[in-house]
C-alpha cells in the first residue's frame, strides 16, 4: 500500500471529437484538436518539465521550463500554451533546451530559500523535483542584492521580505517560498471562481496577495483548498502536514458532508489523517474541494466523542459506562419489554442520512424484521421527501434527473429555493463556471444568495419571493410559458399526456395565475416574472436546481410538481444540460431514500402494500411483514405524549435540534422509556436518551454513498474504529441479541442483498464499483453501466404527468403579534446541526448563528448590528445576536440551525407538507424585539443539558 499517484497532464483535456496526429521525440501520439503538446507528450508517456502547468486550470505559460522545438518553426514556445497540429514534429530534449532549462531553474533557486530538509514540503516539492529533471548542479548568482528569502539584507530591514501568514487555521503561506508560478491565483479564479487572490506588483516586485494584502483569515478567501493543492512549493502547505509529515499511503473514499459526494484521497501515516486531497477521477467533484471536505475532519479525533457503550436508568442520572455485551443486551430486553407491554407497534427506529447505504438497509430491517413493523423513518423525510413524492407522481422515479456533469452544457439555470455556494461549494463552482462562459441565471429566493452577485456572475433576473408563495410564482411562470405559446408542443405530445397538458394548460392560465396578481401576492414585479419566464422557455437548455426552499413548506410537494410541469412543458427533461435538480442536503440523504427509511416504502420506492414485494422479502427473511405503513417521526412523537409510543432507536440523528417544535420533540421524547442514540458524540437528542451507543465515522468503515445525482459511491475504511465497531456491526450485534440470525461479514454482503432485493441496484456489487469507479442508478441488464441521464427516450412513469398546481397560503400567517416571516437555511463552514463542524476550526468563521434582518425592520425596533436580540413565535423564543443586512427583503428574517445553544427550531411551528409531513421550516410568522440575556427557556435548556451530559467516574479500586 503506498500514495496513490495521479497523473498531471500539465493542461486540461479538449473535448474535440476531431482527431489530430503527431510526433514527439519520435513517438507517435494521436489525440483530440485543441490538445497542447504537453498533454500529448505526457499521454506519449513523455513528461515536458513544467512550473506553472497543472491540468486543473488554463495553460499560462509563464514559467518558461516547458519550451520545446518544433520543426519548422523558429524559437522554442511554450509547450503548455502551443496547440498540436497534424503532422507537427516536436523535440522535448535538445541541448538548446537543456541548457535555457538549467538557466531558468537556476534564477528561481537563486530567489528560493534552501532549507529543503527541513521544510514541510520536502519529498512532495514540486521545484525541487524539477531542479534534479533539468540537472540542475549549480547556483551561480547567490543572494546578494534584492531577495525575498531574507528578514534582513545587510544588516538592513529587507522591505522585500514577508512574514508567514499562519492567520488560517488548516494551512500557511510563506511568501518567501513563492516563485510566482500564479497556480493558487488561477485555481482560485477558475476552479473554485472566488477570485479571492490576486498577483500585485510587477516584475521582481510581484508577489501573491489575498485580497488588498490581507491575511487570509480576512480576505474572501473560502478556504476551499484549491490554491494549496495547486501549489508546486511550501508556500501554501497544509499545518497537518508541517505537523505530521508527509503522508505514506493513501485510500480513496466519499466525502461525509453534503449531498455532492466528493471523492478523496485518504493520505495517512500509519493509522493517523495527515490530510484530505481531492481525487481528480471523482466524477462528482472532478479534483476540486470545500472546507468541509478538505479540513474538517478533526471532529473524529475530538476530545468529546464518546468511544464506550453507556447506560442509564432514568434521564436524570449520570451515563454508566459498560461493555458492549452489556449496554446491547439491556437494549434488546428493554425493546422486548415495551413490545411485550405496550405492544408491537410501541417502539421505532430512525434511520440516518449521514450513515452509509448498507447501514441504513440494517436499520429498517431491523425494525421490520425484528420490531415487526414499519415503524422507520429518516431525516430525509424532513427535507426531501416532496421530492420523492412530486417527482414520483409527474415523472415516475423519486430523483434528480441529470449528472452533475450536464451544467456544462446548460445554457439557463434556475436557481429555486437553493444557495449552492454555501450548501454545495464544490457543485457551486462547476455552476459558477459555467456562467462565467456566458450561460445565464434566474434565482428565485427570499434572500440574495451569494450566487446572485459575484465576482463575474449577476443573474439576469432575481425573484425575491415572499417565503410561502413558491407554487404561486412557479405557476406564474408556467402561466407567461402557455399564455405566449412558448411551451415546446412537439415534445409534450411525444413525451406526454396531451389532454393533461391542456388541462394543465387552461388551468395556469387563468387571470389569477397571471404575472400581475401573483407579484402582488409575492412582492415580486410581474415584470421580471415574464422576462424570467420568457429567457428559461427560450434561452436553449434550462436546468432547474432546488433545494430546501422548495420542499420544506406546506406546499412543498405541490411545488416539485410545478418545477415538474415548467421543464415538461419547456421540454427540458432528456438530455444533457437541462432537468430537474433537487440539491440534497446531507450525504446520503438520497441513499437513506433508496434504502427503504420511509415507513410507507421498502427499499426502492415500493409500498408496503404490495404483496409481491414483501413477498421478496419474506421469502428472504423469514417472517412476516407488516402491511400497513408505519408512523413518521411526529406520528411517534404525538404517539409517545398520548403514551403508546415507548422505544426508539436513533442512528446518526439529532431530531432534538433538527426536528421542528423543539418543545414537542423534547416532550415526545421524555415520555419514552428507552430511547437509544446511535451516534458520535452525546448530541442533543441523547439528553433524553437511556442508551447510547458510540458510533464510527466515515474514515472507520467500509460501505456505500449515494450523492445527489443518484451515484453510489464506495466509501472505504483508513482507520479501525475507535470504538471497536463500525455501525454496520453495532446493528448487526443489536439484531443479533434480538434473536435475528444475521451474519453479514462484510458490507458487501450486506450490498449484495440490496442488489438482489432491489431493480433499480442489481448490477450493483463492490467489485463492480471497483472497475467502474462509480455508477449511477438505475443500474440493472438495461443500464449495465449505470444511467447519468434520466428519462431520455421516455418517462419511467410512460407518459409525463401534468398536474394542476393550486396554491393554497399556509396557515402560518403574519399579524400584529408575528409581523415578519423567518425563514432558515445554512453557511458554508457548518454542516446541519453541527456537530460534526462545531468540533472543527470552522468556528472561526461561524461560531454562533446570527438573525440576518433588514436595516428598514432594525431601524423600526432600535436594533443595532450585532445588538442581542428576542425571536419569538407561536411556539417559543431564543434569543441570538442581529445582522443587520439588505441581502434579506423587508417583513423577513433569516438564521442558520448549526448551534443548539440558540435552537432556532423552538421558534418552528408543527405545520408540515400535506403529501409528505416534510416540516415547513421556511415559514414562521415571529415578532424581533431587543432582548438582555438568553431566554427562560435557553436557561432551562442548557441546565438540563448539562445535568443530563454527566458521566459517572468509576470508583478506584481499594
Not at 242 to 266: D, L, N, R
Request: aromatic share 8%.
Amino acid at each position: 500500500m503506498g500514495l496513490i499517484q495521479e497523473i498531471d497532464y500539465g493542461t486540461p483535456a479538449s473535448t474535440s471529437e476531431k482527431q489530430v496526429t503527431l510526433t514527439v521525440d519520435g513517438f507517435t501520439v494521436t489525440v483530440p484538436e485543441g490538445t497542447s503538446i504537453m498533454r500529448a507528450s505526457m499521454e506519449a508517456g513523455i513528461a515536458i518539465p513544467k512550473l506553472c502547468a497543472t491540468d486543473m486550470v488554463d495553460a499560462f505559460g509563464s514559467c518558461r521550463l516547458c519550451l520545446v522545438e518544433i520543426d519548422g518553426r523558429n524559437g522554442t514556445p511554450s509547450s503548455c500554451t502551443t496547440p498540436v497540429a497534424p503532422g507537427m514534429v516536436v523535440h522535448t530534449q535538445t541541448g538548446r533546451l537543456k541548457d535555457i532549462r538549467r538557466g531558468v531553474m537556476e534564477l528561481y533557486i537563486s530567489d528560493h530559500p534552501l532549507d529543503c530538509l527541513t521544510c514541510a514540503a520536502n519529498g512532495d516539492c514540486e521545484l525541487q523535483t524539477q531542479a534534479g529533471v533539468v540537472g540542475l548542479r549549480d547556483v551561480r548568482y547567490g543572494y546578494e542584492g534584492d531577495n525575498h528569502v531574507f528578514k534582513k539584507n545587510d544588516g538592513a530591514e529587507n522591505f522585500k521580505w514577508m512574514a508567514k501568514d499562519e492567520s488560517n487555521p488548516y494551512f500557511t503561506y510563506d511568501p518567501s517560498k513563492c516563485i510566482v508560478c500564479s497556480r493558487c491565483v488561477r485555481a482560485c479564479e477558475e476552479v473554485q471562481g472566488t477570485f479571492a487572490l490576486t498577483i500585485e506588483g510587477r516584475g521582481f516586485e510581484s508577489r501573491v496577495s489575498p485580497g488588498m494584502r490581507q491575511l487570509f483569515i480576512d480576505s474572501e478567501c473560502v478556504s476551499c483548498g484549491a490554491c494549496v493543492q495547486a501549489c508546486p512549493t511550501a508556500t501554501l502547505s497544509e499545518k497537518s502536514v508541517i505537523k505530521i509529515g508527509q503522508p505514506e499511503h493513501s485510500v480513496v473514499t466519499t466525502c461525509a458532508y453534503c449531498g455532492v459526494g466528493c471523492s478523496f484521497k485518504a493520505e495517512m501515516r500509519g493509522d493517523e489523517l495527515v490530510r484530505m486531497v481531492p481525487y481528480k477521477d471523482g466524477k462528482a467533484n472532478r479534483g476540486h474541494s470545500c472546507v468541509k471536505g478538505r479540513f474538517a475532519y478533526g471532529y473524529s479525533t475530538h476530545k468529546e466523542r464518546i468511544l464506550n457503550p453507556m447506560i442509564r436508568e432514568k434521564v436524570t442520572d449520570p451515563w454508566r459506562e459498560v461493555s458492549w455485551e452489556e449496554a446491547l443486551t439491556h437494549t434488546a430486553s428493554e425493546f422486548r419489554r415495551i413490545q411485550y407491554q405496550y405492544g408491537r407497534t410501541s417502539i421505532g427506529g430512525i434511520t440516518s442520512s449521514r450513515c452509509t447505504n448498507e447501514e441504513t438497509y440494517l436499520v429498517q430491517k431491523l425494525i421490520r424484521q425484528g420490531f415487526r413493523n414499519n415503524n422507520v423513518d429518516t431525516c430525509a423525510r424532513v427535507c426531501h421527501s416532496p421530492t420523492g413524492y412530486g417527482l414520483g407522481q409527474t415523472f415516475g422515479t423519486s430523483a434528480g434527473t441529470q449528472d452533475f456533469d450536464s451544467i456544462e452544457q446548460t445554457d439557463v439555470v434556475m436557481i429555486i429555493g437553493a444557495n449552492p455556494t454555501d450548501a454545495h461549494p464544490v457543485f457551486a463552482s462547476r455552476m459558477k463556471k459555467r456562467l462565467r462562459k456566458g450561460a445565464k441565471l434566474i434565482v428565485l429566493d427570499p434572500r440574495r444568495t451569494d450566487i446572485v452577485r459575484s465576482a463575474h456572475i449577476e443573474a439576469q433576473h432575481h425573484l425575491p419571493l415572499k417565503p410561502g408563495t413558491n407554487v404561486a410564482v412557479v405557476t406564474a411562470l408556467a402561466h407567461v410559458i402557455v399564455t405566449e405559446g412558448l411551451f415546446d408542443e412537439a415534445f409534450i405530445r411525444e413525451r406526454c399526456d396531451w389532454d393533461e397538458f391542456q388541462d394543465w394548460a387552461s388551468f395556469v392560465a387563468l387571470p389569477e395565475n397571471s404575472p400581475e396578481v401573483v407579484g402582488q401576492l409575492a412582492n415580486v414585479d410581474p415584470g421580471e416574472i415574464r422576462s424570467a419566464a420568457r429567457l428559461f422557455a427560450t434561452g436553449g437548455n434550462g436546468a432547474i436546481y432546488y433545494g430546501l426552499g422548495v420542499t420544506e413548506h406546506s406546499q412543498g410537494s405541490t411545488t416539485v410538481i410545478a418545477i415538474a410541469n415548467l421543464a415538461m412543458a419547456t421540454g427540458n427533461i432528456g438530455r444533457p444540460g437541462v432537468g430537474v435538480n433537487p440539491l440534497r442536503g446531507q450525504n446520503n440523504v438520497q441513499g437513506s431514500c433508496d434504502m427503504g427509511s420511509f415507513p410507507h416504502e421498502l427499499p426502492g420506492y415500493r409500498h408496503v402494500s404490495g404483496d409481491a414485494v414483501r413477498d421478496i422479502y419474506e421469502s428472504l427473511w423469514g417472517v412476516k411483514l407488516d402491511d400497513e405503513p408505519g408512523l413518521r417521526i411526529p406520528n411517534m412523537l404525538d404517539a409517545a405524549v398520548d403514551g403508546s409510543f415507548k422505544g426508539l432507536y436513533v442512528q446518526g440523528e439529532d431530531i432534538l435540534q433538527s426536528d421542528p417544535d423543539t418543545k414537542h420533540v423534547a416532550a415526545g421524547l421524555a415520555a419514552m422509556e428507552c430511547v437509544v442514540v446511535h451516534d458520535l458524540f452525546l448530541n442533543e437528542t441523547a439528553n433524553y436518551a437511556h442508551v447510547f451507543l458510540p458510533g464510527s465515522t466515515f474514515l472507520e468503515k467500509d460501505g456505500t454513498f449515494t450523492n445527489a445525482e443518484r451515484r453510489i459511491n464506495r466509501v472505504r475504511k483508513v482507520m479501525a474504529p475507535k470504538a471497536g465497531l463500525a455501525d454496520w456491526e453495532v446493528t448487526q450485534k443489536l439484531a443479533q441479541t434480538m434473536g435475528l440470525a444475521w451474519n453479514y461479514q462484510h458490507p458487501s454482503e450486506i450490498m449484495d442483498e440490496i442488489a438482489k432485493t432491489t431493480p433499480s441496484f442489481a448490477s450493483v456489487s463492490y467489485d463492480y464499483l471497483e472497475k467502474m469507479g462509480s455508477v449511477q442508478w438505475p443500474c440493472n441488464e438495461k443500464a449495465p453501466e449505470g444511467t447519468p441521464i434520466m428519462h431520455i427516450s421516455g418517462f419511467v412513469r410512460g407518459k409525463g404527468k401534468f398536474i394542476r398546481t393550486e396554491y393554497v397560503a399556509t396557515d402560518e400567517r403574519t399579524g400584529p403579534r408575528f409581523p415578519l416571516l423567518l425563514t432558515t437555511g445554512r453557511i458554508l463552514s457548518q454542516y446541519n446541526v453541527g456537530a460534526q463542524t462545531r468540533r472543527t476550526d470552522n468556528v472561526m468563521w461561524h461560531s454562533e448563528d446570527r438573525l440576518e434582518i433588514h436595516p428598514h425592520d432594525a431601524e423600526n425596533r432600535g436594533l443595532r448590528d450585532g445588538d442581542w436580540v428576542r425571536l419569538t413565535s407561536r411556539s417559543g423564543e431564543t434569543t441570538l445576536r442581529a445582522l443587520i443586512t439588505d441581502k434579506v427583503s423587508p417583513g423577513v428574517v433569516y438564521t442558520t440551525f448549526h448551534h443548539p445553544d440558540t435552537q432556532a427550531n423552538v421558534i418552528t411551528t408543527d405545520f408540515s407538507d400535506w403529501a409528505t409531513n416534510c416540516p415547513e421550516y421556511k415559514v414562521t410568522a415571529v415578532q424581533v424585539g431587543a432582548s438582555n440575556g438568553p431566554s427562560e427557556w435557553q436557561l432551562d435548556y442548557d441546565e438540563q443539558a448539562r445535568n443530563s451530559r454527566r458521566i459517572a467516574t468509576l470508583e478506584a479500586a481499594e
